[in-house]
């Protein structure tokens, strides 16, 4: 490893909980305007952040909305200004921001979303599942999915970046687990507010593209001197149009996300895998679990203690959901004889969704290769239900007998429920 | 919406921005009833030209005149017009 720009001895070791890195990242990022409103578990992220507006550490125009589709208005007007613009929300608090978010993502507006992750009532339920995020997985939004606190600081200020490469100019939601991440206490390495500025490039700077009507190149921002229309109606005859480049823009974003990923690590010596996947000895490996979110750290965990046993196990976590790395995944699976996909959610009617994605991906190795992996989804930890080592090892050892005799006999399994 | 200028999707400005202004879609075709002004009931009190909600009402220093590019034909004119000098004919065929 080379040595980082900021080595870690000239970083700031804090304790703090998910939603207060959170914040504590949103505060060094040079926020022009934070719109929010408190739901358990992302409560404490706007309500430490109200704090450094109220003491007056940030120049952040704060909007104490009446909900979270005003919060996620608020600030679509805001980043359509040209400020840089953040909010954060979980479960009930994203669903009610649903048809905002298709519009952030059209409108070409790099926002960033902090989500705590929680699973969505009915019954209400307060605790971690991957529900919210999955359901607003077709909105147009980069997803991020974060491991641990540390990670949690870490990607809430490359997403930032991520969003506003021009490349880019997508929303992006940073997703933590819910209590798992957003209350549970971490040492964690902060950067130097100015180390974070110089990453940023300073406040943010609005693209500027080409206007008939107006005749020149302008930036792209609700601007009084050369006025625009942000999404005005656009029927059969250009609807589709303007969504191929949403669709261009998401495929760009994979290398942009790799990218800021290794621009992070020479300046901290912090990286999540390549910034796309993380992987834990897939090389060799006969059976590969996949899996999103702070359970990584267990199933790392089992995989590390089969090892010592002599079973060739390895695991990839998944960072980056959208735009999903559907061949990256292919290519590191390829060689291998059973995948457990793991989902802290499902779609009812259907398999987990990153089941789904991976099935696909896997599909095309069968024509050029004649073979495949054997794949089987396992859905988890809904409402925040635990999974412990025992769980995984079950799934461990569940597909390294099907890798053995070859057959599949149930693709969906539901592991730590009474059935 | 005219066909003849359609554009690919590299020829749009980015942001789901448009290249031409709403005034070139013109919306007059919706209209069942046109309003029709009798000049010589018109006192030139210009309430029509304030009531009009899609502004299809204008001015020229001498008289209102519509614009039927965009008159949708709804008839708040006629009825706001103090000396009833907006008719509503039928549209047809014919005319």
Known sequence: MKNPRIPPEKQIKMTLNGDEAVAYAVKQSLVDVVAAYPITPQTIIVERFSEFVANGEVHTEFIPVESEHSALSAVVGAAAAGARAFTATASQGLALMWEILYIASALRLPIVLAIANRALSAPINIHCDHSDAMGARDAGWIQLFVENVQEAYDTTIQAFKIAEHPDVLLPVMVNLDGFFLSHTMEDILILPDEAVHEFLGGYRKVYRTYVDYLGKEVEIKLDPENPLTFGPLDLYDYYFEHKIPQIEAMAKAKDVVRKVNEEWYELCGRKYGDGVLDTYEVDDADVVVTVLGSSAGTVRYVAKKLRKKGHKVGVIRIRLFRPFPHDEVAELLKDVKAVGVMDRAISFGSYGPSYLEIATALYHLDRKRKKRPLLVNYVYGLGGRDLDPGLVENIFMELLKIAKEGEVKEPLRFVGVRM | ?95
């Open chain 2, 1 to 95: 919406m005219g066909n003849s200028e359609l554009r690919s999707t590299k020829e749009l400005p980015l942001a789901a921005l448009p290249f031409k202004l709403s005034i070139e879609y013109k919306t007059g075709g919706w209209r069942a009833l046109r309003p029709v002004i009798d000049y010589g009931k018109c006192v030139k009190c210009l309430t029509c030209l304030i009531y009009c909600p899609d502004m299809a009402i204008s001015w020229d220093g001498e008289k209102v005149s519509i614009n039927y590019d965009y008159c949708k034909g709804c008839g708040i004119c006629a009825h706001e017009c103090p000396v009833k000098a907006i008719s509503m004919v039928p549209e047809g065929g014919s005319s």
